[in-house]
């Protein structure tokens, strides 16, 4: 019996070694390039895991006067790494853990910069390793005001990957749109000196764990703003009803929380100040975003996709970036008061 049962310990304590493996790549080497503007710089960081690495998404999480911070979401970093990088703009890149499903880049800069945009590829190679390449277009930072500077904001762009959410009279979906304004109002918020997040960047589901369930789902998207110990969170979204005559702005808070319920209202007025649309007014609602996060949180509803009119606003780039630039003037408010 013993000479039987030994082979099986051998062999449970073999895959609990190889899940270990899976789930923890460390860094082996770091390369970095820059190319340089007048008051930017696009620099490419090419790391070498030395395992798999599934996904990472980058997201500016902090940037400070002297430090940017870049969220990898998918890689798991068990130890400190140190690497240092000979450019004008950037001396230091750091690898650390940063929660169960996060390692953080932090980047120690020569020059006062922001990120503009950062961009994350990765690349499998036939030993099994990974090669991720960040792609980070730098610029001086922005005077900021309306009291957002150095702020973290969440920004949660509704549905994605396997969930499209509402589906318009033309065929367009509510993930594209709410990803692009919350896309353009991170690059705004940046501007400002903000620190952004988002949940998702790409067209995908924001959990990693398969098959997940819709209330799996929006956990994953609280998780990522109560790691992050977010200032406020804003979550958003597009609404639908059966008649494509209902039309309208609304903008939710979870009832009792008195900043939560503030930040709608700032951002309600500031859509309402942009948009000739109904005021459809600001409303609790006991949503599992709101419900769930402990700092001041919204949902807001941008306008109808089932409406024909409100859809073609929709679609298009330059409402988009209006959307985003009321939401930030609300933001703004805001911080301000």
């Not at 509704?158 to 919350?182: F, M, Q, R």
């Not at 000196?193 to 924001?206: C, E, I, K, P």
């Not at 949180?297 to 089932?306: D, G, R």
Request: aromatic share 6%.
């Amino acid at each position: 019996m013993k000479k039987r049962i030994m082979p099986i310990i051998m062999m449970l304590i073999g895959i609990l070694f190889a899940c270990a493996v899976t789930h923890a790549a460390a860094v082996e080497k770091t390369e970095y390039t820059v190319r340089e503007g007048t008051n930017s710089a696009v620099v490419n960081v090419m790391i070498t895991f030395d395992s798999k690495i599934t996904e990472v998404v980058p997201c500016v999480v902090g940037a400070t006067e002297s430090q940017l911070r870049v969220l990898l979401n998918g890689a798991h970093v068990v130890d400190v790494s140190r690497n240092s990088l000979d450019g004008k703009y950037a001396k230091e890149i750091i690898f650390q853990p940063a929660g169960k499903t996060f390692a953080e880049a932090v980047i120690n800069c020569t020059k006062s910069m922001r990120i503009a945009e950062c961009r994350g590829e990765i690349r499998t190679q036939t030993d099994g390793k990974s090669i991720v390449i960040l792609t980070m277009s730098l610029a001086s930072h922005g005077d900021g005001s309306g009291g957002i500077k150095g702020k973290t904001i969440i920004l949660d762009a509704g549905h994605g990957g396997s969930d499209c959410g509402a589906i318009g009279p033309s065929g367009v979906y509510e993930k594209d749109i709410t990803l692009a304004v919350a896309k353009e109002l991170q690059k705004q918020l940046i501007t400002e000196g903000a620190n952004v997040l988002m949940t998702r960047t790409t067209d995908r589901d924001v959990s990693h764990r398969e098959g997940a369930s819709v209330g799996v789902e929006l956990g994953d998207r609280v998780v990522v703003a109560e790691e992050l110990q977010a200032d406020v969170f804003v979550s958003i979204h597009l609404n639908s009803f059966t008649s494509p005559d209902i039309g309208g702005v609304e903008t939710y808070y979870y009832q009792g929380s008195q900043e939560g319920e503030r930040l709608a209202y700032a951002v309600q007025k500031s859509l309402m100040d942009q948009f000739d649309l109904k005021d459809r007014g600001v409303k609790t609602a006991n949503f599992y975003l709101l419900r769930n996060s402990s700092m001041p949180s919204i949902l807001t509803e941008l306008a109808f996709i089932s409406n024909p009119r409100e859809e073609q606003l929709l679609i298009s780039s330059n409402a988009q970036a209006l959307f985003a630039q009321a939401i930030l003037t609300g933001l703004k408010q805001y911080f301000s008061a």
